[in-house]
């Protein structure tokens, strides 16, 4: 009986928001409008909790669970913790903004939490059937967050577009991972890359899996040329649900790559490279370039977005300890300014007003000259121009790339990081240098404020003082493979 | 107490100045604002002038070293020194700052916290730009000293300020992104360090040293400028506010040819040696060509920022000729061009705040109204023409001394700055100050005030103490400058 408890252990964060999920369903089913906060109240304790388990029960060593299915490593602890704190700013600062489009309801937050639930497999499988299941919770609670405001057009299109793609990149993957097993005649990633390791001779089914994973991959992440419904549904979505969609799952997404390539298909970095190295150079080129035709603000970010995922993907295709650190460096850093980011267009929204236009910045320095820095920080860490931590991420990286000889390809980063520098610096011109036409206060709550505050200095303190994540990714990643 | 750490105050004190300028916040607390901006700048000269009293000038180490573990994934510490070369150029920084906090005293009534303080924290990224030897140190100091001054020239600048913005930030970051690639190249060649002074030691193959030389080249030729990529001076000049321009001439220039000394020469000598004969072209023409270019402007800010880039043309000029005397030149013409150029830039302000045109059809006759003000307008065009007696001419006449030493025809080049440089400036002059009073506004025109004497009266000091003497810049120079030319000849190729 003990046995059969403690084989459980590892998985204890998971089981207790799953409880708490459930608990919050029953609760906000049984409430009427005017207590909506208590779910919300819930949704932060359930993530504190979380916090305090995944802490308490720290590993400093990886440890399989659950017959192997789900493994707890420092990897996932570390990640975890970046986890429930992303969710955690997402709520903060959707809260005013889901009450004034009358979306502040249980069905939110019950969504967003089942999106942690997902991610948190995500990042602790270590068998393919539970990479699998993460993934599909993820996907399947955002696509309905997506659709949550049921009467807006936009919406329901980008829903069904993420749907469709989304089932369709889902599909690849598994037939990927189904190759893979064909192959190697398992499911868990330890055995795949044992067996990997030994030789094969089933060459052709096993590059056959390889593409189709990494394709299933790129889609996730939004890499190109996979990339077409990343602005179509950070556009269309409601902005509280595209911060959660821009900022944690990049985290998940993260793991996810890194547990199939890094640890189960290690062996074969010589095929995947290159098909990461295409990736990676397209994701920046078009990004890049794309985002300056937006007029859009939250088409601007997506094609931004797309741009971070290649840069992100250099430390991957890099390989070692060196280059998965950097990338997890990487995609930590943009989660902190896409939550920026995002949480600046919700901070400037209000009924009926969404500034989510480009020239809704204009003269912010004139309105808020404390939001207009804090915007300012964030834009020129995006940009990845020191002393902002962006620059760091993008120092790592490419040092990692280089480290491998492939010299052309931080050129190639950089130049396209240039072109980047020029919509971020039109951010700036345009909340420094133009005057307002929109003179209305700026209607965010103290406790928005703060959190904001808060997120764009550590974008500054973190670029002075990059050591402490740094040291805690190289940590993270070193112990775990 | 801090005698350790004279280098971080230098670089701290302006930036947390700076931070207390940006606290007053509103327009309301001007008067504040301006008075912690001005008591900030003096402490800020006040803490380099130890550098001074206390360098020594026998020995071409680096002197006031402090290091610390900054990022040790990396292996990046925070490594501060200054030798001969460097803290000249920390002074000048220092100084400027002063100057260009009290130009903008009665200028600036707009958003004025936020003017002052991006001076002041430009002005301690700056000096951290100089006294950085860890890569990515100077790295960082390097390009963060572009977030205040895109700022500067877009907030507070003319008409055009935007497109000036751009296009300035954007030039200068496509030479800084492939010297950070070199960096990070240089990284993994010297073994796992981002130390300048390890890189001056590494042993690097030709084809490395070639690319690595354009990289570099870009990243401190577009900051200095040099012909062809000196385009967005002009336009950031005219669109500046006048401590912009005055800040641009005087201090981010010279960063730009520090680089030079500091990267490109020592860290790469022989493809320095291969390569030499492009720099100098380049600086050839920047002298007679964007000489020509000046003679025709229109404009006086765009005619003093040609002016600036053919001097500037002379800087890097004398540092690949590989003498002494060469680069002794060089560095002598970067603290005169500070000066002189700063002066001249403040006196086109004057006229600015007065008549708001920088054309000079608009002017003619000034004598007649400003006489004070003619006198001093007059000592700085002699010295950007490079007359004898004042700072303008010592540089140049190094340089071109050591230029006639390797080439004669590149000292005959060199020198037709002398025909030009007076052209421009004289006939500038005369048109400006001299003449009938044809504009009816500058009938009403009134002297220079006590302010502007103060300002105007310093650089002349200097222009002149220089031009007389200049004997105690160059013996601080002198030792590092044989230093790293015995380091430049020698190869590094494995």
């Not at chain 1, 939490?113 to 996907?139: D, I, P, Q, R």
């Not at chain 2, 000196?230 to 912009?244: I, S």
């Not at chain 2, 052209?423 to 002059?429: D, F, S, V």
Request: proline share 4%; with cysteine.
């Amino acid at each position: 009986m003990s046995d059969f408890l403690t084989q459980f252990a590892p998985a204890l964060p998971e089981i207790f928001v799953l409880a708490m999920v459930s608990l919050i369903l029953v609760i906000d089913a049984a409430v009427d409008d005017s207590k909506r906060y208590i779910a919300y109240v819930l949704s932060l304790a359930t993530l504190a909790g979380a916090a305090f388990l995944t802490m308490n029960d720290f590993s400093t060593m990886p440890v399989l669970a659950l017959n192997g299915l789900f493994i707890d490593d420092p990897l996932s602890d570390v990640l975890k913790l970046f986890l429930y704190l992303t969710v955690a700013t997402v709520l903060v600062y959707s809260r005013d903004y889901l009450r004034t489009r009358g979306l502040y309801k249980g069905e939110f937050f019950v969504l967003a939490l089942f999106a942690l639930l997902g991610m948190m497999v995500m990042v602790s499988a270590s068998h393919f059937l539970t990479l699998y299941l993460g993934l599909e919770l993820l996907s399947l609670s955002l696509y309905a967050m997506v659709a949550l405001q049921r009467d807006s057009g936009v919406a329901s299109e980008a829903a069904m577009k993420y749907f469709v793609l989304g089932a369709l990149a889902s599909g690849m993957l598994l037939y990927g991972m189904s190759m893979i097993y064909g192959v190697t005649g398992s499911l868990a990633l330890a055995d795949i890359a044992q067996n990997l390791s030994d030789g094969t001779d089933l060459r052709i089914p096993l590059v056959f899996g390889i593409v189709f994973i990494v394709a299933g991959l790129a889609f996730k992440l939004g890499a190109v040329p996979f990339h077409m419904w990343v602005p179509d549904v950070y556009h269309g979505a409601p902005t509280a649900v595209t911060l959660l969609i821009g900022s944690a799952p990049k985290i998940a997404a993260f793991a996810f790559v890194v547990r199939i390539l890094g640890q189960g298909l290690e062996s074969q970095a010589s095929e995947w490279r290159d098909m990461l190295v295409i990736l990676a150079v397209l994701s920046m080129a078009v990004g890049n370039i794309a985002a300056i035709a937006q007029t859009n603000l939250k088409r601007m970010l997506a094609y931004s977005t797309i741009s971070h995922m290649g840069f992100m993907l250099l430390g991957i295709l890099a390989g070692s300890q060196n280059g998965y650190s950097s990338a997890m460096f990487y995609v930590l850093v943009y989660a902190l300014m896409s939550l920026g980011g995002f949480g600046m267009i919700l901070l400037l929204s209000r009924a009926g007003f969404e500034a989510d236009k480009l020239e809704d910045f204009k003269g912010l320095n004139r309105r808020s000259p404390w939001l207009a820095f804090l915007m300012l920080l964030l834009m020129f860490s995006m940009a990845g121009v020191p002393p902002t931590v962006g620059f760091y991420a993008k120092l790592s990286v490419l040092q990692a790339v280089v480290g491998i000889g492939y010299v052309w390809l931080a050129v190639a980063a950089v130049l396209f990081s240039l072109i980047g520098a020029f919509y971020y610096l039109r951010i700036v011109k345009l909340m420094y240098f133009d005057t307002p036409h929109d003179t209305s206060p700026i209607a965010a709550s103290p406790d928005t404020r703060i959190i904001m505050s808060a997120n764009g200095l550590a974008v500054l303190a973190l670029g002075i003082l990059p050591q402490p994540l740094m040291a805690v990714c190289v940590y993270a990643i070193g112990a775990s493979f | 107490m801090f005698g350790q750490s004279i280098l971080s105050l230098v670089i701290w004190v302006p930036i947390l100045a700076g931070v207390a300028v940006l606290a007053t916040g509103s327009d309301r607390n001007a008067t504040l604002a301006r008075w912690i901006a001005l008591a900030g700048a003096l402490l800020g000269l006040a803490v380099a002038i130890p550098l001074v009293t206390g360098f020594d000038t026998g020995t071409s180490a680096m002197q006031f070293v402090e290091k610390a573990t900054w990022i040790p994934a990396f292996n990046i510490h925070y490594h501060l020194g200054v030798d001969g070369i460097s803290m000249p150029l920390i002074l000048l920084n220092s100084f400027i700052t002063v100057l260009v906090v009290i130009a903008g005293w009665r200028v600036i009534q707009d958003k004025v916290a936020q003017y002052m303080a991006a001076f002041l924290i430009m002005s301690g990224l700056i000096n951290g730009v100089f006294a950085s030897l860890d890569g990515i140190l100077f790295y960082v100091f390097f390009e963060g000293m572009l977030i205040p001054l895109y700022l500067i020239v877009g907030v507070w600048g003319g008409p055009n300020r935007v497109y000036a913005a751009f296009k300035f930030f954007l030039y200068t970051l496509l030479g800084s992104l492939l010297m950070l690639v070199s960096m990070i190249y240089l990284y993994f060649q010297s073994g796992g360090s981002f130390d300048i002074q390890t890189w001056h030691t590494t042993t690097l193959g030709m084809t490395a040293q070639t690319l690595m030389f354009f990289a570099f080249l870009l990243a401190f030729g577009v900051k200095v400028p040099m012909w062809p990529v000196h385009t967005w001076l002009p336009d950031a000049h005219v669109e500046a506010p006048t401590g912009g321009s005055v800040v641009l001439a005087a201090i981010t220039l010279k960063v730009g040819a520090y680089g030079f000394l500091r990267f490109i020469l020592p860290i790469l000598p022989d493809a320095s040696a291969e390569y030499a004969w492009f720099v100098i072209a380049l600086s050839l023409i920047a002298v007679a060509y964007i000489g020509l270019v000046a003679l025709a402007q229109s404009d006086m800010k765009k005619l003093i920022a040609y002016s600036s880039i053919a001097h500037m043309g002379f800087v890097t000029l004398g540092f690949f000729m590989f003498s002494p005397l060469g680069v002794e030149g060089g560095l002598v013409q970067m603290i005169s061009h500070g000066f002189v150029s700063a002066a001249l830039f403040l006196c086109i302000g004057v006229m600015y705040d007065r008549l708001h045109s920088r054309q000079i059809k608009d002017y003619g006759g000034l004598v007649n109204r400003m006489p004070l003000f003619a006198a001093f307008f007059m000592l700085f065009a002699m010295a950007n023409a490079g007359l004898p007696a004042t700072s303008g001419f010592v540089g140049e006449f190094m340089v071109i001394m050591a230029a006639a030493k390797v080439n004669f025809w590149f000292a005959f080049v060199a020198a037709t700055t002398l025909i030009l440089g007076a052209a421009y400036t004289l006939w500038m002059y005369k048109r400006v100050v001299f003449g009938e009073v044809t504009n009816p506004r500058v009938e009403e025109l009134t002297d220079i005030n006590a302010r502007e004497i103060l300002l105007l009266g310093v650089l002349a000091v200097c222009v002149l103490a220089m031009g007389l003497y200049p004997k105690p810049f160059t013996d601080i120079m002198h030792v590092s400058v044989v230093d790293l030319l015995a380091h430049v000849a020698q190869s590094k190729l494995p």
